[in-house]
């Protein structure tokens, strides 16, 4: 296989994985239908404030409870799952949110991972093409007659 052809096999794996990124990151999207759905949709991206990382649909303590209701109760008034996520933050802080925001330090969580990847497959590509090369390096026939004499020399 040629460097081209490798190239391009590459670009074409690197396309299909950029792709079903895509298209999993944007799934799901058309909306949940009931207002009940859209609550418990709500409600799994905001913490429990008296458990350790879990959801309020999950959890079972009376503050949970509480913050379930008031989603509910919101999402029935006609609110936007931002406009109840921004008044759960206003009222209990960013920690509220299980997912943490795409902006400020909050965006180092979504930007390192990327990057660590990059880095990693730059590293690789590099690590790769030095094996390449290496394996591409046979001994010529000068190489071959130094080895001999040295050889005789050595046993002699």
Not at 15 to 31: E, Q
Not at 75 to 85: C, D, I, K, L
């Amino acid at each position: 296989m040629n460097v081209r052809a490798r190239r391009a096999a590459w670009l074409v794996l690197a396309l299909v994985i950029a792709g079903a990124l895509v298209i999993a990151s944007t799934g799901g999207r058309d909306g949940p239908v009931s207002a009940q759905a859209r609550a418990e949709r709500i409600g799994d991206g905001v913490r429990c404030p008296t458990c350790r990382g879990q959801a309020v649909t999950d959890s079972a303590a009376p503050a949970a409870a509480a913050i379930r209701a008031e989603i509910e109760r919101r999402v029935q008034a006609g609110q936007s799952g931002a406009e109840v996520e921004a008044y759960l933050v206003g009222r209990y802080g960013e920690d509220i949110l299980l997912t943490p925001p795409s902006r400020g330090v909050g965006g180092m969580v979504w930007v390192l991972p990327v990057v660590g990847t990059g880095i990693a497959a730059g590293a690789l590509s590099v690590a790769l093409r030095r094996s390449s090369r290496r394996s591409l390096a046979s001994a010529t026939d000068a190489d071959r007659a130094l080895v001999e004499r040295a050889a005789r020399t050595d046993g002699a």
